[in-house]
T-cell receptor, first 117, second 117 residues
């Protein structure tokens, strides 16, 4: 069974600094997607960044980037120039691919990120 | 363009009762997934509906059932409520036309907070 592990329940970063959130996963599949979602106190899950497993190049979205190590099954999120609005729960997620089906998301337990002014 | 909407926002029920939660997908989306997020945990997949049929199901008992209507909106029903059913229930919608491609994304609603006493 596929699993996603986030080993850091809480992290803290100073405003304008850089922070890295860790995620490891377990799967026997070769093709899949990995995601980082942000969940602020408003509760709405917001997609931060997406990585296709068949792509070796790490995904980047503005201040957010990932370090995808397929062999190690590691998928960390780096947030540069942290802002107060980055404070939230961050979830790493893996998407199963079943032929023509949509596939559901498997989430880790999350990392609570605090940003200090 | 309205995103994913869910109702009600909060709900309090008593053990043994039944509850119905509602979700309207993002405009143009035809697939709806439901997730349960217990306090301090990541979301867990309940089931997914496409073309008014349940297409995938997670590890949840038959007390959890759903429905999808011709306009793609969906309901989640939970019978014989247990204290352990207290959670945030998230609905996510998908455009099936993006499945398997780089445009794939699950758009989440703000959730319904269910408390069972």
């Amino acid at each position: 069974a596929q699993t996603v592990t986030q080993s850091q329940p809480e992290m803290s970063v100073q405003e304008a600094e850089t922070v890295t959130l860790s995620c490891t996963y377990d799967t026997s599949e070769s093709d899949y997607y990995l995601f980082w979602y942000k969940q602020p106190p408003s509760r709405q899950m917001i997609l931060v960044i997406r990585q296709e497993a068949y792509k070796q190049q790490n995904a980047t979205e503005n201040r957010f980037s990932v370090n995808f190590q397929k062999a190690a099954k590691s998928f960390s999120l780096k947030i540069s120039d942290s802002q107060l609005g980055d404070a939230a729960m961050y979830f790493c997620a893996y998407r199963i691919l079943y032929g023509g089906s949509q596939g559901n998301l498997i989430f880790g337990k999350g990392t609570k990120l605090s940003v200090k002014p | 363009d309205a995103g994913v909407t869910q109702s009600p926002t909060h709900l309090i029920k008593t053990r043994g009762q039944q509850v119905t939660l509602r979700c309207s997908p993002k405009s143009g989306h035809d697939t709806v997934s439901w997730y349960q997020q217990a306090l301090g945990q990541g979301p867990q997949f309940i089931f997914q509906y496409y073309e008014e049929e349940e297409r995938q199901r997670g590890n949840f008992p038959d007390r959890f059932s759903g429905h999808q209507f011709p306009n793609y909106s969906s309901e989640l029903n939970v019978n014989a409520l247990l204290l352990g059913d207290s959670a945030l229930y998230l609905c996510a919608s998908i455009d099936s036309g993006t499945s398997g491609g780089p445009g794939y994304e699950q758009y989440f609603g703000p959730g319904t907070r269910l408390t069972v006493t």
